[in-house]
């Protein structure tokens, strides 16, 4: 069992930049690809980015390819996702997601792929 919790979410301007935070517990997190998602209301959960195990692969969602970064701390069993250039759509709640994986360099983007999930923070953009 792996147990995520999001932090770091709040209000902020459209251009601002908010850096989320997920610190897991349980069994290894070296062992574990991460991906962070969002959902809006009446919205379907969306992919934003995901990171293997090792921390060295990231992939992103179109949407928000150029502004976020994940990045995996295994030392601090935490995985970030720092966001830049936000903007009014980026308004949702986000949430962590994590999975064992036998793959070093493999990352997942599909919600089905991952066996944990965090309760979720809110992030919304607005002036």
């Known amino acids: 069992q792996v147990q995520l919790v999001e932090s770091g979410g709040g209000l902020v301007q459209p251009g601002g930049s908010l850096r989320l935070s997920c610190v897991a517990s349980?069994?290894?997190?070296?062992?574990?690809?991460m991906g962070w998602f969002r959902q809006s209301p009446g919205k379907e959960r969306e992919f934003v980015a995901a990171?293997?195990?090792?921390?060295?692969?990231?992939y992103y969602g179109d949407s928000v390819k150029g502004r976020f970064t994940i990045s995996k701390d295994s030392a601090k069993n935490t995985v970030y996702l720092q966001m830049d250039s936000l903007k009014p759509e980026d308004t949702a709640g986000y949430y962590c997601?994590?999975?064992?994986?036998?793959?070093?360099?493999?990352?997942?983007?599909?919600?089905?792929?991952?066996?944990?999930w965090g309760q979720g923070t809110q992030v919304t953009v607005s002036s």
């Open positions: 349980g069994r290894s997190f070296s062992s574990c690809a």
């Open positions: 997601a994590a999975r064992y994986s036998a793959f070093t360099d493999r990352y997942y983007s599909a919600s089905t792929d991952y066996e944990y």
């Open positions: 990171v293997n195990k090792n921390g060295g692969t990231t």
